[in-house]
């Protein structure tokens, strides 16, 4: 692409890459100036739907007007590529920028977005509810800024990045999320739930239960992945979330950081009772959430990722003491797990007595021996239920 011509913009250098599509720097021979061309990626090219949220992007962009978003001059298409031309701002690349040490490197990802402060009655359009219920409900024409910042941050020998968002909700009745394409062949996607990992199918068939509705939402703890089987990507967050994989080919997970929405309580006959003075339900305030990207080799069980998350959700915790002479070793567990496929659920005292219960699970879909050393030898060891 660098050196051609696409229609009156003569392409000069590339700047940047996604999983949805490729940006170039490129002169506009009519009015002379730089602007940047947003192309669809050659891997999704033959989408209609893709090309369809494109052009959709292009005009959501191009109705907005604030210094922090890039302007948008126009859409074309020009020998079958469809393009969005943009202003060029230039600056500094992005590693001159890090924040970058020995041990870590963090940047700063700030957006700032106009959504609609609410949704209004009686727009006329059928709106979905998150309590699921419908009405003629449509989105506010009011707007309040939302600024959203991710800290993300590698650090050294680290198998994924680290992602915390913050931000604080003005707005009611809407969904947060952050949005991944994968861009992998995969026909499920694999979740934790509780001593379990599920695996849903992502494409929807007749037998589906949401064949005839909106592409569904599923509850998850600690991650959940999408895989091809050689390679896979996991989100691995610090608490129980709601995820999404779009049925398209580009195979994008979404991951839920807020919903806000009404309370509505049913009581017989489906009638619902709405009581929008209940407002916690909203979650208006401050939020920040942690969640990491986990680019993996083979499934989630070839690629560890509940290791991962285990390591994500109860990591290290350094404390520093002076010299004290003892009789224990330097590294020490109370007990240990073999093999990692394994996981611990709960080490508690008995209700009844002064022993040690011990709950073990293997989430995954082989048998495995395992192998328990504690710090002494037990007295005894009894399995119970």
């Not at 170039?24 to 602007?35: C, G, I, M, N, P």
């Not at 449509?138 to 198998?159: C, H, M, P, Y």
């Not at 995820?243 to 580009?250: A, H, M, N, R």
């Not at 017989?268 to 979650?283: D, I, L, N």
Request: with cysteine.
């Amino acid at each position: 692409m660098i050196g051609k011509t696409i229609s009156h913009y003569k392409i000069s250098d590339k700047l940047g890459e996604g999983g949805m599509g490729v940006v170039y720097k490129a002169e506009d021979t009519k009015l002379h100036r730089s602007v940047a061309l947003k192309f669809l990626s050659p891997k999704i090219l033959g989408s209609d739907e893709e090309k369809a949220r494109f052009v959709r992007e292009a005009h959501a962009a191009a109705a907005l007007d604030h210094p922090s978003i890039c302007t948008v001059h126009e859409i074309d298409e020009a020998e079958g590529k469809t393009f969005i031309s943009m202003a060029y701002i230039d600056g500094r690349n992005l590693h001159e920028i890090i924040k970058s040490g020995p041990l870590a490197a963090t940047f700063l990802v700030t957006h700032q977005l106009q959504l609609p402060a609410r949704l209004d009655e009686g727009k006329g359009d059928y709106i979905r509810r998150l309590d699921a219920d419908g009405d003629d409900a449509g989105r506010s024409t009011q707007t309040e800024q939302v600024t959203i910042k991710s800290e993300i941050q590698l650090t050294r020998d680290a198998k994924g990045v680290t992602v915390k968002t913050s931000f604080i909700n003005v707005c009611e009745d809407h969904r947060l999320r952050v949005m991944f394409p994968t861009a992998l062949a995969a026909s499920h996607s694999s979740a934790e739930e509780p001593f379990d990992v599920v695996e849903r199918p992502i494409d929807r068939d007749q037998n589906s239960p949401w064949r005839d509705t909106w592409n569904p939402t599923h509850p998850h703890q600690r991650f959940v992945d999408v895989s091809d089987g050689k390679c896979g990507l996991a989100l691995i967050n610090d608490g129980i979330r709601e995820y999404e994989v779009t049925d398209d080919k580009s195979r994008t997970i979404g991951l839920t950081l807020l919903r806000a929405f009404e309370v509505a309580l049913t009581t017989v006959a489906w009638r619902w009772e709405r009581h929008p003075e209940m407002k916690g339900s909203q979650s208006l305030g401050m939020h920040e959430c942690y969640y990491m990207i986990y680019p993996h080799r083979g499934n989630w069980e070839t690629g560890q990722v509940m290791v991962q998350a285990d390591n994500f959700n109860v990591p290290f915790l350094p404390v520093q003491a002076g010299p004290y002479q003892g009789d224990l070793p330097k590294s020490h567990s109370f007990l240990e797990l073999h093999p990692a496929d394994l996981m611990i659920s709960a080490v508690k005292k008995a209700e009844r007595n002064e022993k040690i219960i011990l709950r073990i699970y293997n989430p995954t879909s082989r048998l495995v021996n395992g192998k328990i050393t504690c710090f002494k030898n037990p007295l005894a060891a009894n399995l119970v239920n």
